[in-house]
Nanobody, 126 residues
Framework: QVQLVESGGGLVQAGGSLRLSCAAS????????MGWFRQAPGKEREFVAA????????TYGDSVKGRFTISGDNAKNTVTLQMNSLRPEDTAVYYC???????????????????WGQGTQVTVSS
């Protein structure tokens, strides 16, 4: 069993930065793919970023490329999402997710992930 706990959300002005963290317990990340998704009110869940830990491969959604960075800390069993140049349209609940089943691709789809955190609110004011 894997438990994921996000932290670091909050209120920030447009152009500002936030850093989200996802701490895992129960297993280590290193053989898995870790992802971040977000969901704004009335919208579908959207892929933000993914990290294939073993190969150190990162992928990003088009709307965040160049602004967000996903990274991992093996020693702390934590994945972080550094968010820069935030925009009002980045406002959403952000979720951390883990794929422990070993899919080789398609990690921009939420169905690939079998563990989810409870989410953390990010609000960007204009």
């Amino acid at each position: 069993q894997v438990q994921l706990v996000e932290s670091g959300g909050g209120l920030v002005q447009a152009g500002g930065s936030l850093r989200l963290s996802c701490a895992a317990s129960g297993r280590t990340f290193r053989s898995y793919v870790m992802g971040w998704f977000r969901q704004a009110p009335g919208k579908e869940r959207e892929f933000v970023a993914a990290l294939r830990w073993s190969a150190d491969v990162r992928t990003y959604g088009d709307s965040v490329k160049g602004r967000f960075t996903i990274s991992g800390d093996n020693a702390k069993n934590t994945v972080t999402l550094q968010m820069n140049s935030l925009r009002p349209e980045d406002t959403a609940v952000y979720y951390c997710a883990a794929d422990t089943r070993g899919y080789s691709s398609g990690h921009d789809f939420s169905e690939r992930y079998n563990y989810w955190g409870q989410g953390t609110q990010v609000t960007v004011s204009s």
